[in-house]
């Protein structure tokens, strides 16, 4: 009963937390009507006095949500206000760095002072940063930067999203922070001299930092399930606070002294890896859940859960909307109640020590699956196995890695530790490349609440048929459900593997791929194929050239070396015949062009005047021009590629090229109008010149964008451009993968999803 009403009070306080931060106008009246109910309660309630208490235990929190809403809401309100602006803010960093897919680094922060450029006015408010890397850039340090806001939706815990042009360190980390980070950046300059894979991976599996962690890694553990590994969750802390419990029964310790002694350990590892509040929630849940089972007393788990998460909700409303705070709740109370009943079923047909490593995961991705659907496009189906085989390895990287972190004042013995570590991240890092690389490892949903709902009935299914209560039912029920599951997997697998050429048209020479926030063009003209650009991340490559039956790319273009366009580059690594380039700027740029050519493709710097045949069609190279430093480079120094004829459309591609550059083409009358398609520069961003398009007068405007992207991609200004113009848009993110066809010199377009009306 104690368990139930902790966990009403949590329930009712999560939702009310989700109601008022999503419509904060309502809180302080909210607010004052919670506390006039519970008075009324107190003095006109019924004779159930225990669940009239309960009431009003509810409303107070509720009050207490409410206020706390209101009160912080003018700050929020005021930074809000500075959306679509240059705005200066000086801020003070609240968590450590991750680096993003467009390479800069993000971290949550606190705003000083905010303001127009030189004129900057006290104000206090979460902000999310990105800004370019930079020494310096630690917990508890003030930083004054100089960017472009944008508002985030209602419900989101920052404020406002700042994306810094300049950056500059104002008062540096100190004190703890500092020792932290100072022994972090010596963990991570350590761990980076020992071999791939694993140097990367160690860093993220000690100490959270994956800043080290590659793209390529990053994206595997993903798609592995394995991605809760290289960020401090509850299952790092867990492994602290069972290493210290072990260590110090070991010792001989009572079980007084090992509860102290993990909680300090657990205190100090927080602090090591840096006081956010994603590391604090993850440190309680682990706390709560290691302490529960560890004292002998797992029954008591459910109560302190929903105490626990009672407690942040009230320091922390905007937690509620946090994914990750749901997963770790999620796991936690998979840990707490799921686990052991899947021991149980799972010990009748294996080893109890091989099904104790399966149902820890097991439970996990049962009750966190639904979840994931929620806010994820995809799903790994290759998780339990994943984390079965990286489950031995983990603790060891853990433990060994924090040793090596904190040996560095002995560089010998820290060498040793961090060797030692090594052997453990590099058997993670194979295990998440070789599992990402298996067919169907992950399935593509359409994420949110349907997605959510079949994963919840798909988790559940999987539950009972291996736990097999008594109710006959309920298994006939999950059988059901399972056996509708497999066919519609296996008809998918075969849809999107063998018969995926059936899905789309024969007949095309154009088709923008959907691969999310990037670009991936294809062209073909009499069984020739031209890429123009491979998207942020192979697989969603692999999935389009699948679909369209395309197994040689005759023509690469790889405009610049940025993610969104370079990323997929290892999905067609041994099938590009030549491939034309933008000016490489980074070591890493250089890495895809060699592995381009040790592939067999044929390099070839894309400059004005760069031109060939693709089957009947032609295509010449209208930007930049041979070694210019004007633009260095990036997104200025875009290969600009025109491409007409042989059943082709007569196309411009523009990479992502801003006003500027596109100016300079212009006035150098390279652009001549009567297109039939052009493919709008960077993503639809606002930075574009308007002329430019009213020159090429194309009929159909293609936008190579991902759905909910944080940089508010196409934005309404470029689409005015394109509507004033007579254009047709098409945007992947809505309409899915584009394919267009000359057909008696008109244009034919299929769409994936949801065409335009009247097309």
């Given at each position: 009963m104690r368990d139930f009403r902790a966990t009403l009070l949590a329930g009712a306080l999560w939702a009310a937390a989700l109601l008022l931060i999503s419509f904060p106008g309502l809180a302080l009246m909210a607010a004052v009507v919670c506390v006039l109910t519970a008075a009324g309660c107190c003095v006109f309630?019924?004779?159930?006095?225990?669940?009239?208490?309960?009431?009003?235990?509810?409303?107070?929190?509720?009050?207490?949500?409410?206020?706390?809403?209101?009160?912080?809401?003018?700050?929020?309100?005021?930074?809000?206000?500075?959306?679509?602006?240059?705005?200066?803010?000086?801020?003070?960093?609240a968590s450590s760095a991750s680096t993003g897919k467009d390479g800069r680094l993000w971290m949550d922060a606190t705003t000083v002072r905010v303001g127009s450029p030189g004129s900057a006015t006290p104000l206090v408010a979460p902000v999310r940063i990105g800004i370019d890397p930079m020494e310096g850039a630690e917990l508890g340090a003030t930083l004054r930067l100089v960017g472009e806001a944008k508002k985030t939706d209602a419900g989101e815990r920052a404020a406002a999203v700042v994306f810094a042009r300049r950056a500059e360190v104002v008062v540096p980390a100190s004190g703890v922070f500092a020792l932290a980070a100072q022994a972090r950046a010596d963990f991570v300059s350590r761990a980076g001299r020992l071999p791939e894979p694993g140097a990367g991976l160690l860093p993220g599996l000690a100490v959270g930092d994956t800043r080290a962690v590659s793209e390529p890694l990053a994206q595997a553990m993903r798609d592995s399930g394995l991605s809760h590994l290289t960020a401090v969750s509850g299952a790092n802390c867990a492994i602290v606070v069972g290493a210290v419990f072990w260590l110090v029964g070991l010792c001989g310790g009572g079980r007084t002294l090992r509860v102290v002694l993990a909680l300090a350990a657990l205190a100090a590892f927080v602090v090591l890896v840096t006081p956010e509040p994603s590391v604090i929630r993850a440190g309680v849940m682990a706390a709560l859940a290691m302490l529960t089972v560890l004292l002998g007393r797992p029954s008591a788990g459910l109560a302190m859960l929903s105490v626990a998460v009672s407690g942040i909700l009230l320091a922390d409303p905007w937690l509620a909307s946090s994914p990750g705070f749901a997963l770790s709740v999620a796991a936690t109370g998979a840990l707490l109640l799921l686990a052991r009943p899947l021991l149980r079923a799972l010990g009748r047909w294996m080893p109890h020590p091989l099904a104790l490593a399966v149902s820890v995961p097991l439970a996990a991705q049962v009750v966190c699956g639904p979840i994931v659907a929620l806010f994820a496009e995809q799903q790994s189906l290759v998780g339990v196995a994943a984390n079965l085989l990286a489950a031995p390895a983990a603790p060891v990287a853990t433990v060994i890695g924090l040793l090596a972190c904190l040996a560095a004042p002995l560089p010998e013995l820290a060498d040793l530790f961090a060797a030692a570590a090594w052997l453990p991240a590099a058997w993670i890092a194979s295990t998440a490349h070789v599992s990402a690389g298996l067919p169907a490892a992950t399935v593509r949903v359409e994420a949110g609440p349907v997605a959510a709902l079949g994963a919840a009935l798909l988790s559940g299914a999987v539950a009972v048929a291996l736990i097999r209560p008594r109710n006959r039912w309920l298994c006939l029920v999950a059988a059901g459900v399972l056996v509708v599951a497999v066919g519609l997997g296996g008809g998918r697998m075969l849809l999107t593997g063998p018969?995926?050429?059936?899905?789309?048209?024969?007949?095309?020479?154009?088709?923008?791929c959907d691969v999310g926030q990037g670009d991936a063009v294809l062209v073909r003209s009499a069984g020739r194929v031209a890429?123009?650009?491979?998207?942020?991340?192979?697989?969603?490559?692999?999935?389009?050239?699948?679909?369209?039956?395309?197994?040689?790319?005759?023509?690469?273009?790889?405009?610049?070396?940025?993610?969104?366009?370079?990323?997929g580059v290892p999905a067609v690594l041994g099938m590009v015949g030549t491939a034309v380039h933008g000016p490489p700027g980074e070591a890493d740029d250089h890495g895809i062009l060699r592995g381009l050519e040790s592939g067999g493709a044929e390099l070839v710097a894309g400059a004005v005047g760069t031109r060939g045949m693709l089957g009947g069609a032609r295509w010449s190279v209208l930007w930049p021009v041979a070694d210019s430093t004007a633009f260095p480079p990036g997104n200025d120094a875009s290969v600009v590629i025109e491409i007409a004829g042989g059943g082709v459309p007569r196309t411009?591609?523009?990479?992502?090229?801003?006003?500027?550059?596109?100016?300079?083409?212009?006035?150098?009358g390279r652009v001549r109008g009567g297109y039939d398609v052009v493919k709008v520069a960077h993503h639809g961003s606002r930075d574009?010149?308007?002329?430019?398009?009213?020159?090429?007068?194309?009929?159909?405007?293609?936008?190579?964008?991902?759905?909910?992207?944080?940089?508010?991609?196409?934005?309404?200004?470029?689409?005015?451009?394109?509507?004033?113009?007579?254009?047709?848009v098409f945007r992947t993110d809505q309409q899915g993968r584009v394919l267009l066809s000359e057909r008696d010199g008109r244009l034919a377009v299929w769409t994936e999803r949801a065409p335009p009306p009247g097309e």
């Open positions: 309630g019924g004779p159930h006095r225990r669940s009239r208490g309960l009431g009003v235990v509810v409303l107070l929190c509720c009050a207490a949500l409410g206020f706390g809403v209101a009160v912080a809401q003018p700050q929020r309100e005021a930074l809000a206000d500075w959306d679509g602006r240059a705005v200066e803010v000086v801020v003070e960093i018969l995926a050429p059936l899905t789309s048209p024969g007949e095309w020479s154009v088709a923008a890429l123009i650009d491979t998207g942020p991340e192979p697989e969603a490559l692999r999935r389009c050239l699948s679909a369209l039956a395309v197994s040689r790319i005759d023509l690469l273009v790889l405009t610049h070396f940025d993610l969104d366009h370079a990323g411009l591609f523009l990479g992502d090229l801003s006003a500027a550059p596109q100016r300079l083409l212009l006035y150098a574009q010149e308007a002329e430019l398009y009213r020159t090429a007068d194309a009929a159909v405007a293609l936008i190579s964008v991902g759905a909910g992207n944080d940089y508010g991609h196409p934005r309404s200004e470029i689409l005015s451009v394109l509507d004033a113009t007579g254009a047709r």
